[in-house]
């Protein structure tokens, strides 16, 4: 973990930042997979995991201030860290443990929304923790026009008759998880948050120690967010988890309670292709599959298809969901693209369903895919491909990261 130390006045200086953030170069450089350290390519993308780390610091530096909340991006296609879902928006809010918090907005129609009360912050610890709790914006009543007014309190205000969620005692961080499977369809949820019982409802003007602080805390949180999982792939590998998958569980990471979660490493040559396959339940809030790679950033998602979900992905006739993965187009709806990554994982996903199967997974040549696939396969022509992806990024632009 990077030291934060500033100057004799008080004062967190430019230079004090820029020192303390010069040994992340090496500690990314030692945590890369050794494997991989003679791949120049691979070793200048892993700046991008550097870069992300300190934007995400960045935005707690400048905006925060426990008392005055807002809501900033934590894991987004910008803030690739912590290898976020293709599917999902996730902001969060640095409150004061015990506070009175009041968040308003309209609810929107995504997939879901949820809250995840947080504590201790995994960026400021360096510990992974199970979430506090877990609240649903759909539980809330919410009005016609998508309206809806909740407080979180330790206990519920007296005569207070709306909304009230438990603010639990540990919680010092609020993130919300916004899901959408069409995107660009389903209306992006609007919200804010105030403090009811702060001292004074205008924020007015920091004191020099509140700035130095949070300015003195990007280093460490920096480190926290890039260094968290450049390694995991390798793990996965180590493992021997190549091209096939494995149930694991991110409850204790804040991963949500009522989601499974599925994973592993794949590793294909440019004529190879891997095809999953797993039947779909019956009853399931939320499904999707996506790849990352070798750093376990996720594949960037807006311009290729590297990711699906229930309204994107084709169900066969049987009730099965198969997809194939490979580098090249197979010429099937159902196509996840590795982007230009001969190796990285593939994760799955399941929400609130009581069955939770493990999708097979086998490799085959590229040319043989659809020998391998049933005959009412949906398939996909070069030019309906590229059309397809098109809109794929225009939607994926219409999400509200801020």
Not at 61 to 72: E, L, N, T
Not at 97 to 125: E, N
Not at 188 to 199: H, K
Not at 296 to 302: A, N, R
């Amino acid at each position: 973990m990077v030291e934060n130390e500033m100057s004799d006045n008080g004062i967190f200086e430019w230079e004090d930042l820029l020192d303390q953030l010069r040994p992340l170069g090496q500690l990314m450089r030692d945590r890369i997979p050794e494997r991989l350290r003679s791949d120049p390519r691979v070793m200048q993308e892993s700046m991008r995991l550097l870069l992300s780390g300190v934007l995400r610091a960045t935005n707690d530096a400048i905006m925060h201030d426990r008392s005055h909340p807002i809501f900033v991006p934590e894991l987004n296609i910008c803030q690739n860290i912590f290898q976020p879902n293709a599917d999902t928006i996730y902001k969060a809010a640095l409150i004061e443990k015990g506070g009175t918090y009041r968040i308003r907005g309209d609810r929107g129609t995504t997939r879901m929304m949820i809250l995840a009360q947080l504590g201790p912050d995994t960026l400021r610890t360096g510990q992974h923790h199970p979430a506090q709790d877990a609240n649903d914006f759909n539980d809330l009543h919410v009005g016609a026009d998508g309206a809806f007014d909740v407080i979180l309190s330790p206990t519920r205000p007296t005569g207070y008759e709306g909304d009230w969620w438990e603010l639990k005692p540990a919680t010092e961080k609020l993130m919300v998880r916004i899901v959408a499977c069409d995107w660009g369809v389903e209306r992006e949820p609007r919200f804010g948050i105030v403090r009811l019982d702060a001292d004074h409802a205008a924020k007015g003007r920091p004191t020099l120690a509140q700035l130095a602080h949070r300015f003195a805390e990007i280093p460490a949180t920096a480190t926290v967010c890039a260094l968290a999982f450049p390694d995991k792939v390798q793990k996965l590998r180590d493992e021997g988890l190549i091209n096939t998958l494995k149930v694991v569980d991110f409850s204790q990471m804040t991963g949500l309670a009522r989601q499974s979660y599925y994973e592993g490493a794949y590793d294909l040559a440019d004529d190879e292709a891997l095809i999953t396959e797993v039947r779909i339940p019956r009853e399931v809030d939320y499904w999707s599959l996506i790849l990352t790679n070798e750093l376990y950033e996720t594949t960037d998602w807006y311009h290729n298809q590297s990711s699906l979900n229930a309204a994107q992905a084709v169900v066969d006739g049987d009730g099965y969901f198969r997809a194939v993965i490979s580098a090249r187009d197979p010429g099937v709806h159902n196509w996840l693209d590795t982007s230009g990554y001969a190796s990285g994982a593939v994760q799955g996903r399941w929400f609130n369903t009581d069955e939770r199967p493990t999708p097979t997974m086998k490799k085959v040549k590229l040319a043989d895919v659809r020998s391998h696939l049933p005959v009412d396969t949906v398939l996909v022509t070069p030019d309906a491909r590229a059309e397809a992806i098109r809109e794929r990024t225009l939607r994926a632009h219409t999400r509200i990261i801020w």
